[in-house]
């Protein structure tokens, strides 16, 4: 499985960013798709999973009621809805397969090559 992350720059605080990971071939539905992010001399954090199937989606604290993650089966991607940003969001943005949901990196298994994000104050 290949991951391929896009869609960060440059935004101001407040403004919004809407990431996208194309994953090579269709995830089997008991996958887990994942964001994590690394800001700046900080190690690795989780922002967001969502399961294949069904509706079920899980938030860091940081991120909760700002960020939404959502996926489309048909193209075999998932995105991530970044609204409100704040200078703190700033890091490179990572999407990652599972076999199961986790908080740590350990739990997943497919990574992709990362985007960076950067929201200016």
């Known amino acids: 499985v290949q991951l391929q992350a896009s869609g960060g720059g440059l935004v101001q605080a407040g403004g919004s960013l809407r990431l996208s990971c194309a994953v090579s071939?269709?995830?089997?539905?008991?996958?887990?798709m994942a964001w994590f992010r690394q800001p700046p001399g900080k190690e690795r954090e989780f922002v967001a999973a969502i399961r294949w199937s069904g509706s079920r989606s899980y938030y860091g604290d940081s991120v909760k009621g700002r960020f939404t993650i959502s996926r489309d089966n048909a193209a075999n991607t998932v995105y991530l809805q970044m609204n409100s940003l704040k200078p703190e969001d700033t890091a490179v943005y990572y999407c990652a397969v599972g076999f199961s949901y986790g908080l740590g990196e350990s739990d997943y298994s497919y990574w992709g090559q990362g985007t960076l994000v950067t929201v200016s104050s």
């Open positions: 071939r269709r995830p089997f539905s008991s996958y887990v």
